[in-house]
C-alpha cells in the first residue's frame, strides 16, 4: 500500500469556475457568459498579445529562470530593487514556495475565514496548525483577534486586502496598527491580487512599509486586471533578505516565457489598466443599484466581484443560472451558503445577467 501523507486525505482538488464549453455541451447553449473567476472581460493589453506574437517563435527554449527582463520593469514600475521580487507561476505559487518555506508540523499559520482558499490548502499540506479567524460583520479581518491567535509556534499570519470572497480591505490606520504588534518572528503576508482596482481613498501603499518592516511580504499577480490569467505570472515583494531565503523553494523556470513576454509589455501600457478599472467601476454600481431596487445587501467591494446575499441556497440559484447560460460562483464553498460571487462583467454582460436574475428573483 501507498503511503500518500495523511494530511492530503482531508484535502479535495481545487474547485475551479466550471469552464465555459462544459457548461454549453451539458444545458446545450450557444452562449454561455462566466462570471465566476474575477477573470478581466476586456481580456488584455493588445501590447500583451503583440508581444507573444514573437515570443512563440521561441517555444523550443527554456525561459530565463530569473525573469531579468520582466524583473527590470516590474522593479521599476514598483519603485524597489530587483532582488526585492520573487516571481511565480501565478501568485498561487509564490503561496506554495511561502508554506514549502516556512510551515511545517510544529508550527502554525493564522489567517480569517472565510479568506482565499490556498493558504489553508498549502498549509494543510505541510502539516502545519491552521488558526483561522472569523470576518468582523463588515466583511474586513478581525485584525485583533488574529494577532491574539499568534504565538510561539506562529510562522506565517496572512492578510488578503481585499479580500476574496468578501472584496473589503483593511484602511491603512488598521493594517499598520496590525503590522506594528506583529512578532518579529512572524511573517506578514498581505495579498494584494485586487490591487489594481482599489480606488479607496485609505487603501495603503503597502510597499513604503517594507522598510519599518522587515517580516512584511506583499504579493500581487497579472491575473486580473492585467488580464493575463492563463499565462500563471504572480509575485511576492519583500526583503532582499526574505526573498533570498525562500527562492530555493522556487521552481528554476517557474514562469514561462510566453508570461515574462506578455506580463513586460502589459506593464507597459497603463492606460489600459486605467480604462479596465473605470470600467469595471461602471459595472459595481451596475450591481449595487440592482441590490438596492431588490432590497439585497451586498459588501461594498474594491475588486472586480461582488459578494451578494440572496438570502436563499446559494447551490440552487448557481444551478438555475447555470441553465440559463451565467456562470457564477455559489458562496456555499466559500463560507457563505446564501450569496453568489459574481465577477463584474461587461456592462451589456452585467445588464444581460441582472436580467436575468431579476426574471428570478
Ligand atoms: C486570484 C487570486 C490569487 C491567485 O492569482 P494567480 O496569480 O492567478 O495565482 C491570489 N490571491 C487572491 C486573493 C486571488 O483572488
Known amino acids: 500500500m501507498l503511503q500518500i501523507k495523511e494530511q492530503l486525505k482531508q484535502l479535495t482538488p481545487y474547485q475551479p469556475g466550471k469552464p465555459i464549453e462544459e457548461v454549453k455541451k451539458e444545458f446545450n447553449l450557444d452562449r454561455v457568459i462566466k462570471l465566476a473567476s474575477n477573470e478581466n472581460p476586456y481580456g488584455c493589453s493588445e501590447a500583451a498579445k503583440e508581444a507573444l506574437q514573437t515570443e512563440v517563435q521561441q517555444m523550443a527554449l527554456y525561459p530565463d529562470?530569473?525573469?531579468?527582463?520582466?524583473?527590470?520593469?516590474?522593479?521599476?514600475?514598483?519603485?524597489?530593487?530587483?532582488?526585492?521580487?520573487?516571481?511565480?507561476?501565478?501568485?498561487?505559487?509564490?503561496?506554495?514556495?511561502?508554506?514549502?518555506?516556512?510551515?511545517?508540523?510544529?508550527?502554525?499559520?493564522?489567517?480569517?475565514?472565510?479568506?482565499?482558499?490556498?493558504?489553508?490548502?498549502?498549509?494543510?499540506?505541510?502539516?502545519a496548525e491552521v488558526r483561522e479567524v472569523g470576518l468582523l460583520e463588515n466583511g474586513c479581518h478581525d485584525l485583533d483577534a488574529m494577532l491574539e491567535a499568534i504565538d510561539e509556534q506562529t510562522k506565517v499570519v496572512w492578510v488578503c486586502s481585499p479580500n476574496n470572497p468578501t472584496g473589503t480591505y483593511e484602511s491603512g490606520r488598521n493594517l499598520i496598527r496590525f503590522l506594528e504588534k506583529v512578532p518579529e518572528h512572524v511573517l506578514a503576508v498581505v495579498d494584494e491580487a485586487y490591487y489594481e482596482y482599489v480606488t479607496a481613498e485609505d487603501y495603503p501603499?503597502?510597499?513604503?512599509?517594507?522598510?519599518?518592516?522587515?517580516?512584511?511580504?506583499?504579493?500581487?499577480?497579472?491575473?486580473?486586471?492585467?488580464?493575463?490569467?492563463?499565462?500563471r505570472v504572480g509575485y511576492g515583494i519583500a526583503s532582499e533578505q526574505l526573498i533570498q531565503a525562500i527562492e530555493p523553494a522556487r521552481q528554476p523556470f517557474n514562469t514561462n516565457r510566453l508570461g515574462q513576454a506578455a506580463a513586460l509589455a502589459a506593464l507597459g501600457d497603463q492606460a489600459f489598466i486605467d480604462d479596465c478599472v473605470r470600467k469595471n467601476n461602471e459595472g459595481l454600481k451596475q450591481y449595487y443599484d440592482f441590490c438596492d431596487e431588490q432590497g439585497l445587501t451586498y459588501y461594498p467591494s474594491q475588486t472586480n466581484f461582488v459578494l451578494i446575499d440572496f438570502k436563499r441556497d446559494a447551490d440552487e440559484l448557481f444551478l438555475e443560472l447555470l441553465k440559463k447560460g451565467y456562470i457564477v460562483r455559489s458562496g456555499n464553498a466559500l463560507g457563505f451558503p446564501t450569496f453568489l460571487r459574481i465577477s463584474v462583467g461587461t456592462k451589456e454582460q452585467n445588464e444581460g445577467f441582472l436580467k436575468t436574475l431579476a426574471g428570478m428573483l
Open 205 to 231: 501603499e503597502t510597499i513604503p512599509l517594507l522598510e519599518r518592516f522587515p517580516n512584511l511580504m506583499i504579493l500581487r499577480t497579472f491575473s486580473k486586471a492585467y488580464g493575463l490569467a492563463s499565462l
Open 65 to 127: 529562470g530569473y525573469s531579468a527582463a520582466l524583473r527590470t520593469k516590474l522593479a521599476s514600475h514598483l519603485g524597489v530593487n530587483e532582488t526585492n521580487i520573487i516571481l511565480g507561476n501565478g501568485t498561487d505559487e509564490v503561496i506554495q514556495i511561502i508554506s514549502r518555506s516556512l510551515l511545517d508540523p510544529a508550527s502554525n499559520t493564522v489567517m480569517a475565514n472565510p479568506t482565499f482558499s490556498q493558504y489553508k490548502h498549502n498549509a494543510v499540506i505541510e502539516g
